[in-house]
C-alpha cells in the first residue's frame, strides 16, 4: 500500500504491570505482564494479547548498558478462529550519547507457532534505534 492507502486501524486497550528488582548496584531484573484487547478495522485482525517479558540488564558504565530480554506472546484473535504462540529472546546493547538521547543496537530471534498453517512467526532481526527526548516545557 502506497502513504495514502491503509493496510488497517486498530483502537486498543491496555494494562500493563512491571517490576524492578535489583540484584546490585549494576544489575537489575525486569519483569512485565501486559493485557491488551484490540479491535481492529477490518474486524478480523481484533485480538487479545497477553504479553510476558523479563529483561535481565548490566550498567557496563555510567553511559554503557547491556540487556538480554526473552518475550511469550499469546495472541487470540477475537473473529477468526486463530491463535498465536511466540517467543522472542533479544540481547540490546545502549548508549547514552546526553541526557536526553540514546543510541542502541539489537538483535535476536523470535519464533513459535500459529493456528493458520500459512502464517510464519519464526525470524532473526536486528537493528540500531536512535531515542531522543525533547522537553515540551
Do not use: C, M
Not at 473473529?79 to 529472546?89: F, H, K, L, S
Not at 538483535?107 to 525533547?134: M, Q
Amino acid at each position: 500500500p502506497g502513504y495514502r492507502d491503509t493496510l488497517f486501524t486498530i483502537n486498543a486497550i491496555d494494562t500493563l504491570i512491571s517490576h524492578r528488582l535489583l540484584l546490585n548496584p549494576q544489575l537489575w531484573l525486569d519483569s512485565f505482564y501486559q493485557l491488551r484487547l484490540g479491535f481492529a478495522n477490518p474486524s478480523p485482525a481484533s485480538r487479545f494479547r497477553q504479553t510476558f517479558t523479563l529483561s535481565l540488564n548490566y550498567g557496563v558504565a555510567r553511559n554503557l548498558r547491556a540487556g538480554l530480554l526473552y518475550q511469550l506472546d499469546l495472541d487470540d484473535y477475537t473473529q477468526i478462529p486463530r491463535y498465536d504462540t511466540y517467543q522472542q529472546v533479544l540481547g540490546i546493547i545502549s548508549y547514552n550519547l546526553t541526557p536526553e538521547s540514546r543510541l542502541s543496537f539489537f538483535g535476536g530471534t523470535r519464533f513459535g507457532r500459529s493456528s493458520e498453517p500459512s502464517v510464519n512467526l519464526s525470524d532473526t532481526f536486528y537493528g540500531a534505534g536512535l531515542n531522543v527526548s525533547v522537553p515540551l516545557f
